[in-house]
C-alpha cells in the first residue's frame, strides 16, 4: 500500500538555527498537509497546500515558517528560526485528488528536539 | 479550542469484548468524521470515517455511529483483540479543509 515517508525520522538543532523536514507524499495525491503534536497536546493543523500554494494555514504558522514542493515528489516545511517551543512531532499528511471526503493519509513523523 | 473533545483519557477491555469508545464535537459546520489509530512511534492511521447525512458506517469488526443532534460520535470495535491496543483520536473537518482532531483516548485490550 502506498505510503507517506517522513525524514529524518528525528532532528535534534540548535535554536535559532534554521531546520528542514522532509515528505514524500502518495504518488498521485495533489493535497498536502502539514500537522504538529507537540508532547502530550493535541494533534494541531499548521499548512494545507494544493496546486503549488498554501490553501489554508493556522496561526501557529507565523512568517518562521514556510512549505516547498521543490519537485513533483517532495514536500517540505522550513521553519527559518526555531524556538524551543517548537520541539514537537510534525506529520506530513497527504489526500487524493479531486475527491472532497477523503482521509488524509499520514506518515510517520519526524521528532523536532530544539536544544 | 476545544471543538473535538475525548473526554476518557483511557479505556481497558478484555480481548473478546466490545470496545466503545466516545467522542464529542462543539462545530455544527463540521461535515465529516473520521477515525485515525496511532502506535508510539508511527503516525495515524486512518480507520474509518462517516459523512454527517449518515449515521451508522461499518468496515468489519469497526462501526462508528454519528448522533448529530448531540453532536456525538462513537466508535466499536467488536470483537477487541490485543492488536487493538492504540491511541484512538476522533477528527473532524468543514468542507474537506483540515482535520482537527480530539486528544486521543489510550485503548488496552486485555489478553
Known amino acids: 500500500e502506498p505510503e507517506v515517508t517522513q525524514t529524518p525520522s528525528h532532528q535534534v538543532t540548535q535554536m535559532g538555527q534554521e531546520v528542514i523536514l522532509r515528505c514524500v507524499p502518495i504518488?498521485?495525491?495533489?493535497?498536502f498537509y502539514w500537522y504538529r503534536q507537540i508532547l502530550g497536546q493535541k494533534v494541531e493543523f499548521l499548512v494545507s497546500f494544493y496546486n503549488n500554494e498554501i490553501s489554508e494555514k493556522s496561526e501557529i504558522f507565523d512568517d518562521q515558517f514556510s512549505v516547498e514542493r521543490p519537485d513533483g515528489s517532495n514536500f517540505t516545511l522550513k521553519i527559518r528560526s526555531t524556538k524551543l517551543e517548537d520541539s514537537a512531532m510534525y506529520f506530513c499528511?497527504?489526500?487524493?485528488?479531486?475527491?472532497?471526503?477523503?482521509?488524509?493519509?499520514f506518515g510517520d513523523g519526524t521528532r523536532l528536539s530544539i536544544l | 479550542d476545544q471543538q473535538v473533545k475525548q473526554n476518557s483519557p483511557s479505556l481497558s477491555v478484555q480481548e473478546g469484548r466490545i470496545s466503545i469508545l466516545n467522542c464529542d464535537y462543539t462545530?455544527?459546520?463540521?461535515?465529516?468524521f473520521l477515525w485515525y489509530k496511532k502506535y508510539p512511534a508511527e503516525g495515524p492511521t486512518f480507520l474509518i470515517s462517516i459523512s454527517s447525512i449518515k449515521d451508522k458506517n461499518e468496515d468489519g469488526r469497526f462501526t462508528v455511529f454519528l448522533n448529530k443532534s448531540a453532536k456525538h460520535l462513537s466508535l466499536h470495535i467488536v470483537p477487541s483483540q490485543p492488536g487493538d491496543s492504540a491511541v484512538y483520536f476522533c477528527a473532524a473537518i468543514v468542507s474537506a479543509r483540515q482535520l482537527t482532531f480530539g486528544s486521543g483516548t489510550q485503548l488496552t485490550v486485555l489478553p
Open positions: 504518488s498521485n495525491h495533489l493535497y
Open positions: 462545530n455544527s459546520m463540521f461535515d465529516y
Open positions: 499528511a497527504s489526500k487524493g485528488r479531486g475527491q472532497e471526503n477523503q482521509p488524509q493519509h
